[in-house]
């Protein structure tokens, strides 16, 4: 009938009416849906994610509520503290995909960073659109004359799309919009101005009761975590489940997983890590006991309600866990609690998969419980240590080094502790240096080793940071690394090396930046953990009180800058805290090489099988022997051994 519809159609009053029909058409409102019928009628998930095709809200019942909540006219508030794998992501682009088709109005994105925001171009609003025709035809086309389609914004009938992040003032300054989506938002920067989030939602007011704010995270740590106080902030709904057995409505939680295998707490899962069998998980009802499979858990899911802790006060917080999610098994969310417990990496599957905060007091060791660790060695290095490296921390009278052992999983002992006196601003010290790093260590399988990376310090003033460079500069192509301390949470452990001049007309030198904030946090855990095995920290009985004190002199505190939380590293004044810098030094030399440990235990092996055979070792790739301590005399450390040239003879 289209077809006929041209000019000539005009020539009777049939053709009229058609076309007036036709073009009132075109001017009905669409019919009323909710958010969560709109989606469901609508979107595609792409090709390349887990269950392409139409979205079927069955799998992730959840959704529905929170989703629905943009058209409840009392709410204005939405925030998600979600673990993964629910779909929190793919709630946020419905909503977003709704106030495009069904309610247009101008949004507001906002991510983390930049590498965030791409991503999320890239790999979820992009390829959303694309598999969704009718989105697809609403958004302008790039380069087209019918709107704007960049990296920074969408637009469409009715309203434009603007993206920016956190970390960048100037993609936010002069943008507002009535509806704000913010994702991951505990990874947001604070600016001068403020937290990015309340920046926006001031900046909102102007659109009145029409704002809306959904806001999504997986939380972080406790006392500075945005979405866990924007969660606490509203009526804090957690969704109920039915016990298939005897009725009994709970929320699902990580306590009542059970396994072949499992033990009171982390410390002593970890102790018995090979004794766990993850294909044996059940979750077990807090009422009556029984145990559930996934196919029982998952039929629970989908029968399940959102239940309000507080009263309704326009804001609707959610806050859910991988347990709920239809997707995983019990078993695959066992062996990541496992994986991340043997590198000791407990914070993400608390923070991502269970959506809790996570406390970092119990990560702080206590120096008496330290103490009663100490450790007679049999030898040098104990033969789970296989791989020699060395943090080398620079006063203005002194060096002061630490050697640590690593082993398999990155357990870790602490071999020898020196300070060499003398001004770094003269030779004697660096020689002296020089003949430390060339000692060689008995290792108990019968071989000696040596020390196969070393940091060095450059922070400090002017004249002592040129003095490190000049060492540095002439034992280049080595395995001696210059390093410089750089604050700031999310940094990596050692990022990639820049070229510094050592002196004018003098050679560059490779030097190192280190997250000392990162690299502070992984050692207190590690001193933290209770049983030897991997990542735990083993110290000789020579180590005193006041060295200890030096190890854990810093404390992480919270205090807060124009009212939003600040994680920082603090210790008392004057109060000396060497032996932190040199153990944070001696693992960033460990990370620069990157060194395979369990081909080192081989090797050590290996030479070891050489040796005469009455000093034959034991196998240092069998499990570690942890020794009972015990006292006996103290034997003196083998002498100073120098080499030629100890950094170029690596």
Not at 101 to 110: D, G, N, V
Not at 164 to 180: C, E, F, Q, V
Not at 603 to 631: F, G, M, N, W
């Amino acid at each position: 009938m289209s077809e006929t519809l041209g000019v000539a159609a005009l020539e009777n009053q049939e053709g009229v009416d058609q076309m007036i029909s036709n073009a009132l058409q075109m001017l009905r409102p669409p019919p009323a849906m909710k958010p969560s019928e709109w989606a469901q009628t609508r979107i595609r998930i792409p090709e390349g994610n887990a269950i392409p095709g139409p979205l079927r809200l069955d799998n992730a019942p959840y959704q529905r509520e929170p989703m629905d909540m943009l058209v409840d006219p009392d709410c204005y508030r939405v925030t998600l503290k979600w673990g993964a794998q629910v779909g929190k992501t793919m709630l946020a682009l419905c909503v977003q995909g709704y106030c495009i088709e069904m309610a247009p109005r101008s949004q507001m994105m906002l991510q983390p960073s930049q590498g965030d925001l791409q991503a999320w171009l890239e790999t979820k609003f992009s390829p959303l659109i694309a598999a969704n025709q009718g989105l697809q035809r609403l958004i302008a086309k790039p380069r087209g004359r019918d709107g704007v389609n960049n990296q920074r914004m969408k637009s469409y009938p009715g309203g434009i799309l603007m993206i920016a992040w956190s970390g960048s003032p100037k993609t936010m300054r002069g943008r507002s919009a009535p509806l704000i989506v913010c994702d991951e938002i505990d990874g947001y920067e604070r600016t001068d101005e403020g937290h990015p989030v309340s920046l926006l939602w001031q900046r909102a007011a102007t659109f009145g009761d029409e704002r809306f704010l959904l806001e999504t995270s997986t939380p972080t740590i406790e006392g500075s975590s945005y979405i866990d106080d924007a969660y606490r902030a509203g009526d804090q709904r957690r969704f109920y489940v039915r016990c298939p057995a005897c009725g009994c409505e709970q929320t699902l939680e990580w306590e009542h997983v059970s396994w072949v295998g499992r033990q009171s707490d982390p410390d002593a899962d970890l102790a018995a890590i090979d004794a766990h069998q993850p294909h044996t998980a059940r979750y077990v009802c807090q009422g009556c006991g029984v145990c559930w499979d996934d196919g029982q858990r998952i039929a629970a899911v989908r029968q399940a309600h959102w239940q309000a802790s507080k009263p309704f006060n326009g804001h609707a917080s959610y806050e859910l866990n991988e347990l709920y999610s239809t997707f995983r098994r019990q078993s695959a969310i066992v062996q990541d609690y496992l994986d991340k417990l043997k590198h000791q990496d407990l914070q993400t599957f608390t923070n991502v998969s269970l959506a809790r905060v996570w406390s970092e007091t119990a990560e702080q060791a206590d120096i008496d419980d330290l103490l009663r660790r100490l450790e007679t060695y049999l030898a040098d290095v104990p033969m789970g240590g296989v791989f020699l490296t060395a943090g080398i921390d620079m006063q203005t009278d002194r060096l002061e080094v630490e050697i640590v052992a690593w082993g398999i999983d990155e357990e870790s002992w602490s071999i020898h502790t020196a300070v060499l006196y003398g001004d770094p601003l003269l030779g004697d010290v660096w020689e002296a240096l020089d003949r430390y790093l060339s000692t060689t260590w008995q290792h108990e399988s019968g071989i000696r080793l040596s020390i196969q990376a070393a940091c060095l310090d450059t922070g400090g003033t002017s004249g002592y940071t040129q003095a490190a460079y000049q060492y540095l500069r002439t034992r280049t192509g080595g395995r001696l690394f210059g390093i410089k301390g750089v604050g700031g949470w999310g940094r990596p452990i050692v990022d990639k090396a820049q070229r510094k001049h050592s002196g004018r007309n003098a050679p560059r030198i490779n030097l190192f930046t280190v997250g000392v904030d990162e690299a502070k946090l992984i050692v207190m855990r590690r001193l933290a953990i209770t049983q030897p095995g991997p990542g735990y920290s083993h110290f000789p009985t020579d180590r005193s009180p006041d060295w200890f004190a030096q190890l854990t002199a810093e404390k992480l505190r919270t205090r807060y800058l124009k009212g939003q939380p600040i994680r920082q590293w603090t210790k008392p004044d004057k109060t000396p805290n060497e032996a932190l810098d040199c153990r944070v030094y001696a693992y960033a030399a460990l990370k620069i090489i990157n060194p395979h440990l369990p081909h080192d235990a081989k090797r050590i092996k290996d030479a070891a099988a050489l040796l005469p055979k009455e000093k034959l070792p034991q196998d240092p790739t069998s499990e570690v022997q942890h020794h009972t301590p015990h006292l006996r005399p103290q034997r003196p450390r083998p002498p100073l051994r120098r080499r030629r040239t100890w950094a170029n003879d690596w």
